[in-house]
């Protein structure tokens, strides 16, 4: 009863003369401003990878996947073992908040590296528009077929 009760005295004696800080005292970092974002500007904290189906705003490639199969075409290699090499490489990768691609992962090829040179001519690639949701850019996972010595269909 003795330990309890000096236990007691203790709690109470230290939170009656513990100092409270004035308000000259207290530093804030950050005082919340209750105005609107301008649009496009809301702090963005989320690193999610959204589906495109999902989104508000779709990221897109400059001048639209017409560009991005122009581009393809113009800088993909077909190998020299194999030049009437023809099909459709499927490819899938993050489009970063920025524009910039990442975690390029092919899903199919037609061979003859193929796929290598696949990752190789997206990293060479423009940045995107990014994707947007709820007036925020998103990370967004992009699937495309990438054509190799053929037309799009």
Not at 44 to 64: L, M
Not at 87 to 116: H, M, N, P, Q
Not at 126 to 131: R, V
């Amino acid at each position: 009863m003795k330990k309890f009760l000096i236990l007691f005295l203790t709690f109470f004696l230290q939170n009656i003369f513990a100092q409270t800080p004035t308000k000259s005292e207290i530093i804030t970092l950050d005082e919340p401003i209750n105005k609107p974002y301008p649009e496009g500007d809301v702090p963005n904290n989320d690193y999610n990878v959204y589906n495109t189906a999902g989104i508000d705003i779709k990221p897109d490639f400059p001048g639209g996947m017409i560009e991005f199969n122009k581009f393809v075409e113009k800088n993909f290699k077909i190998p020299a073992s194999n030049p009437e090499l023809k099909g459709k490489v499927y490819v899938t990768f993050v489009i970063e908040k920025d524009g910039s691609l990442s975690e390029i992962r092919i899903l199919r090829d037609i061979g003859f590296e193929t796929g290598r040179e696949a990752i190789r001519v997206l990293k060479m690639s423009p940045k995107w528009s990014p994707g947007k949701q709820n007036n925020k850019t998103v990370r967004v996972l992009f699937s495309a077929p990438m054509y190799v010595n053929s037309s799009p269909k």
